[in-house]
């Protein structure tokens, strides 16, 4: 190999190593941490909706829009974005008479094409109701999953909804514990 050859194959090396390093540490951080440690080493803050005396730990890298609804049905609405640890979402307010018949019928209404469904009664602190994980293909062809929470207090009619949403298909654990951190931290 000649002098010139050595130099173009050490260039080339030393290019792929840093664009490598870049998009470890630029596009995995979320996906690269163990599912312990995910809590320890995300910083979080409250997250306040007056309105409903309702207060939630969010990342501090979640950015917020709050969306004001006059409906029926959702009372208030705030999309939840986090570029750094890949997810979507949204926290709801929602007024529903009869949380399990919804949730039945709204499934059936969907125009997802689920891959996965499953809806399991959950019970945080005095809150009571279902959390849905599911994995779907969307009409763009992406494959995305979310973990979405419905609670209610002392079985009133209104309703929390906390759902989470990602396409990276490495990511399942790690917004199940995020999702997780997030509920356990509701205080209403």
């Not at 979640?62 to 208030?76: A, D, K, N, P, W």
């Not at 018949?101 to 945080?124: C, D, I, M, N, T």
């Not at 909804?161 to 931290?185: A, P």
Request: charged share 25%; glycine share 4%; net charge positive.
């Amino acid at each position: 190999m000649q002098k010139r050859e050595k130099v173009l194959l050490c260039l080339l090396l030393v290019l792929a190593a840093v664009t490598a390093w870049d998009i470890l540490a630029h596009h995995t951080s979320f996906a690269a941490m163990t599912v312990g440690s995910i809590t320890s080493r995300i910083e979080f803050r409250d997250y306040t909706v007056k309105k409903y005396s309702f207060t939630v730990q969010l990342p501090k890298s979640t950015s917020i829009t709050e969306e004001y609804i006059s409906g029926e049905e959702v009372l208030f609405s705030a999309y939840l974005q986090d570029r750094k640890l890949s997810y979507w979402g949204y926290i709801q307010f929602w007024h529903i008479p009869n949380l399990e018949e919804f949730l039945q019928s709204s499934k059936a209404h969907s125009r997802l094409h689920f891959r996965s469904y499953r809806s399991q009664p959950v019970r945080f602190k005095f809150y009571r109701g279902y959390k849905i994980s599911w994995t779907a293909v969307f009409a763009d062809g992406r494959t995305v999953m979310g973990r979405e929470y419905f609670l209610q207090k002392n079985a009133g009619k209104h309703v929390v909804r906390i759902s989470l949403f990602t396409d990276r298909r490495n990511l399942e654990k790690q917004l199940e514990h995020l999702g997780t951190s997030i509920v356990s931290s509701i205080k209403w």
